[in-house]
């Protein structure tokens, strides 16, 4: 038995950090986050002040009288927290979850247009 | 990290995160498995083999079904774009599995929910565990 499942038997679940790719792209953005086993129902994302923090809770339900011969993985809870910065459109992040995997995308605010000011001549 | 950088943060927590993040890594006790993953169980009627695969769709996996082995194979591709930080695994991913009980081949079946892959493998008719009555006489 794995540790993972050895502290399964405890009844805090265990936290990990889920594994994240943070990319650039010219919207803005994009926060992949690893979250196998988790539904949108057990996903909880906040923002406050200029924290983000995602937490969620992966569910396994074993069929009932299963025996277990390997677990190398098992319920537990995801913690994490990115700081955004002021070019971060907060009213427009938008999330998705798809295969495990959490979409976030932080856009940036849009840039204020450069304005010409005319010279009126005399 | 850029997005980390505000342009007023508090530093002692900051601080603090960056032992957090030296203490615990992604995968949890520091202990490196091999990707993906996986959980083997069996009860009176199945053999379940479970891996954790996030972000790939069942297309994505080819799986095959030996006399003695599953093979799990398949491919995690990494997003476009100029990264910051990258911790998600990606490239081709391969598992054995040997499995010692007999299996029903046909009935075998696989379901992806949420990034994680049950194949469900129902053992054959003969190692079924089987109660005999005994009359008394």
Same mark, same amino acid.
């Given at each position: 038995m794995s540790e993972v499942a050895k502290k399964e038997e405890g009844k805090e679940l265990s936290r990990f950090r889920p594994a994240t790719d943070i990319l650039e792209r010219e919207d803005g953005f994009h926060i992949f986050m690893d979250?196998?086993?988790?539904s949108k129902d057990d996903m909880a994302i906040d923002l406050e002040e200029d924290e983000l923090t995602v937490t969620g809770r992966s569910a396994q339900c074993p069929v009932s009288g299963e025996k277990f011969v390997e677990a190398q993985f098992g319920a537990c809870e995801y913690v994490r927290s990115i700081s955004i910065s002021d070019i971060v459109d907060r009213e427009r992040i938008k999330a998705s979850l798809e295969n495990g995997v959490l979409e976030l995308f932080l856009p940036k605010v849009e840039k204020v247009q450069p304005k010409r000011i005319t010279i009126e001549a005399q | 990290m850029v997005i980390d950088f505000n342009t007023l943060y508090n530093f002692p927590s900051r601080l603090d995160r960056v032992f957090e993040e030296i203490l615990r890594s992604p995968m949890g %006790? %520091?202990?490196?498995?091999?990707?993906p993953p996986l959980n083997l169980s069996n009860d009176d009627e199945n053999i379940y083999v479970r891996a954790e695969v996030p972000g790939v769709t069942i297309d994505d996996v080819e799986l095959t079904l030996t006399d003695k082995t599953l093979v799990i194979k398949g491919e995690r591709t990494a997003p476009e774009g100029k990264f910051y930080r990258q911790e998600r695994p990606s490239g081709i991913f391969h598992r054995v599995v040997n499995i010692g009980v007999p299996v029903d081949r046909d009935k075998v079946t696989a379901a992806m929910r949420d990034g994680v892959l049950t194949v469900t493998l129902p053992k054959s008719a003969e190692v079924k565990p089987r109660t005999i009555s005994i009359d008394v006489a």
């Open positions: 979250m196998p086993g988790v | %006790d %520091d202990r490196r498995l091999a990707y």
